[in-house]
């Protein structure tokens, strides 16, 4: 049955941009997911199986990575621009180049942005809290005499873009990792707490208070810790919650690395260190998963290890 190829294109998709620009001490993040579209003469890819007028999509999503070093993010849009002239006006079989965009965004904890005013920390440099409310949690339990009040919340997202490193670690035949000294450090938080309250009306915490001030601490931990390990943030996080909040005994992390890989741009000419400001892939799986709890010393854990079945 006689067959024609009707409209195609090709590209790689969903490349997880991450520039970092560093302006002194302050740093500044675009993270974007970009989508490259390419159409133009291409029937003798797929009816001859000839590439000659192929542009791999592995080039295209180094285009997309050597780009933002090169070029920098000014907006979503200038890059999409310069990308897309690009792909056409350098290879004479393409004549047609989509490139989709989907930006996230960040703002600085402690800013004066929603997420962050009530921390009242002083703005800090390098430190982002993911645009979006995370979500807040609460599970009670009352058997008939006691009350059990657990608080939490999840999808808190969190990055530090620089002051963190990890290095250090046992290395076995199986070992790739490289050492980093200068890393990007995030992580998606969910945690819950449990408090130390029972039942007794009079002595019953302000709930809402309670939970920004723990949300509160966790975030200045996060931004205080100069991090040689997610572990040991967690451990600072969970420790600052505990020591500020006497109405707070328990607290449990589930954090997900959210690894950010420095890309390799030396084939194409480029340095990409971390101290003049990066281009980072952002890997989404599979990802180290961190949990711990954190407990006053002397009491009973109580919070499930999986807090999934929470
Ligand atoms: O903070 C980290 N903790 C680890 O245990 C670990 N393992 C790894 O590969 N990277 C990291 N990072």
């Known amino acids: 049955m006689p067959t024609i190829l009707g409209q195609n294109q090709y590209g790689k998709a969903e490349n997880r941009v991450v520039k970092i620009t560093r302006d002194g001490d302050t740093h500044h993040i675009k993270d974007l ?83 962050s005013k009530f921390i009242g920390a002083d703005e800090v440099k390098h430190s982002f809290v993911r645009k979006g409310q995370e979500t807040r949690l609460a599970q009670i339990t009352y058997d008939g005499e006691k009350f059990e009040v657990l608080s939490g919340l999840k999808d808190l997202t969190v ?13 076995d035949k ?25 039942g007794d009306e ?17 975030l200045h931990a996060f931004v205080e810790t100069y991090s040689l390990s997610l572990q040991q943030t967690l451990y600072q996080m969970g420790s600052r919650v505990i020591n500020n909040r006497s109405e707070i005994d328990e607290i449990r992390f589930s954090a997900p690395n959210k690894h950010h890989f420095r890309q390799d741009l030396t084939p194409f000419g480029l340095d990409n260190e971390a101290k003049d400001g990066a281009v980072y892939y952002a890997a989404d799986r599979p990802y180290g998963l961190i949990e711990a709890t954190i407990l006053r010393d002397g009491v009973e854990p109580k919070i499930p290890v999986d807090m999934t079945n929470l």
Not at 56 to 79: H, L, M, R, V, W
Not at 89 to 105: G, L, T
Not at 202 to 218: C, G, L, N, T, V
Request: proline fraction near 2%; aromatic fraction near 14%.
């Open 33 to 115: 997911n970009v989508s490259v579209a390419l159409s133009g003469d291409l029937d003798d890819v797929h009816y001859n199986g000839s590439n000659a007028n192929c542009l791999p999509t592995d080039t295209t999503k180094n285009t997309c990575f050597a780009f933002a070093k090169e070029y920098g993010i000014d907006s979503a849009e200038q890059y999409g621009i310069h990308l897309a002239r690009h792909f056409v006006d350098s290879q004479p079989s393409i004549h047609r180049a989509r490139i989709r965009i989907e930006e996230y965004a960040w703002e600085r904890i402690g800013g004066s942005d929603s997420n």
């Open 159 to 171: 990055m530090n873009s620089t002051n963190s490193e990890f290095w250090g670690y046992i290395k």
């Open 174 to 198: 199986y070992t790739t990792l490289q050492e980093d000294y200068d890393r990007i450090l995030a992580t998606s938080l969910s945690t819950w707490w449990r408090h130390n309250w029972t």
């Open 202 to 218: 009079q002595r019953m915490p302000s709930w809402e208070r309670s939970y920004e001030q723990a949300k509160k601490h966790i």
